[in-house]
């Protein structure tokens, strides 16, 4: 059993950056692959970014390639979200999730086995 927490979240203008965490317990998360979900309010939730244990790959979304950059560390068990050059339509809840580790990095919620709570991110103009 992973026990995932994130942090980090809060209230951005236009332009501007936030560094979310998660921080894993129960399991050390060297075990398993992250991923990077968020949903918006009335829509669904998507995949944002992840990286595989497997080969150290990471992947994102053609909405975050560019501006979101993806790592963790895990002597602190902990995965990241660096975002940077943040616009309104990346307010969302983010969630940070992980499975089992793969080869390559899957992109589908359905995937992931163990999720944190969300925290919130408001981007306004």
């Known amino acids: 059993q992973v026990q995932l927490i994130e942090s980090g979240g809060g209230s951005v203008q236009a332009g501007g950056s936030l560094r979310l965490s998660c921080a894993a317990s129960?399991?050390?998360?060297?075990?398993?692959?992250v991923g990077w979900f968020r949903q918006a309010p009335g829509k669904e939730r998507e995949f944002v970014a992840g990286?595989?244990?497997?080969?150290?790959?990471?992947a994102y979304a053609d909405t975050a390639r560019g501006r979101f950059t993806v790592s963790r560390d895990n002597a602190k068990n902990t995965a990241y979200l660096q975002m940077n050059s943040l616009n309104p339509e990346d307010t969302a809840v983010y969630y940070c999730a992980a499975r089992p580790r793969s080869v390559g990095i899957r992109s589908a919620a359905d995937t992931y086995i163990y999720w944190g709570p969300g925290t919130q991110v408001t981007v306004s103009t």
């Open positions: 990286h595989a244990w497997i080969g150290g790959v990471n």
């Open positions: 129960g399991r050390t998360m060297g075990n398993y692959d």
